[in-house]
């Protein structure tokens, strides 16, 4: 009898210990950093070619390149939660030059195709900046958007809180 609790106790700790590593291997894969990356390439790639390239015929629905609105919306969204005070908050993007120019790149080339193009552009702009002051409205903006119920932002974080916030989610 203890011979079997002791190898059920093995094997649950053995697959637990392996269900964790297979978590942060995914984690690691599939992070957003990553993701926003490889839509910044495809658009760096797309931008480099539109010289060579035909307009689109009138009438045709031009594809998004690098990640559709919604998701861009979201990784947005993500990325005022460094600058805003909620009391909920669901992921988190680092908010660092690169991140905001890959982001910018994406919106640049699928500004017409993105229905609100003229927001992205200007809240990145300032970003790029390093005007923040917008994100307590980009982060509300899109939560209103996405129906958002728990997590409007009340205000922005004092420099110590975002210090705190970006130590303890990024390094």
Request: glycine fraction near 8%.
């Amino acid at each position: 009898m203890k011979t079997v609790l002791k190898t059920m106790i093995i094997a649950l700790v053995v697959l637990g210990g392996l269900g964790a590593a297979g978590y942060y291997a995914f984690q690691s894969l599939t992070s957003p950093d990553k993701e926003i990356n490889e839509a910044a390439k495809q658009a760096g790639q797309q931008l480099e070619q539109e010289e060579d390239t035909e307009a689109p015929k009138s009438g045709a629905t031009p594809a998004t390149i690098g990640m559709d609105e919604g998701r861009f919306q979201t990784m947005l969204h993500q990325m005022t939660h460094q600058k805003i005070v909620a009391d909920k908050k669901r992921g988190a993007i680092e908010m660092t030059p690169e991140t905001i120019d890959n982001m910018l790149k994406i919106a640049r080339v699928n500004e017409g195709i993105y229905k609100q193009s003229a927001f992205y552009e200007k809240t990145l702009t300032a970003w790029e900046q390093g005007d923040f002051t917008n994100a307590v409205t980009v982060h509300n903006t899109i939560w209103d958007w996405h129906n958002g119920s728990v997590g409007r932002a009340t205000g922005l974080m004092t420099a110590e809180q975002e210090a705190r916030y970006v130590e303890d989610r990024f390094r």
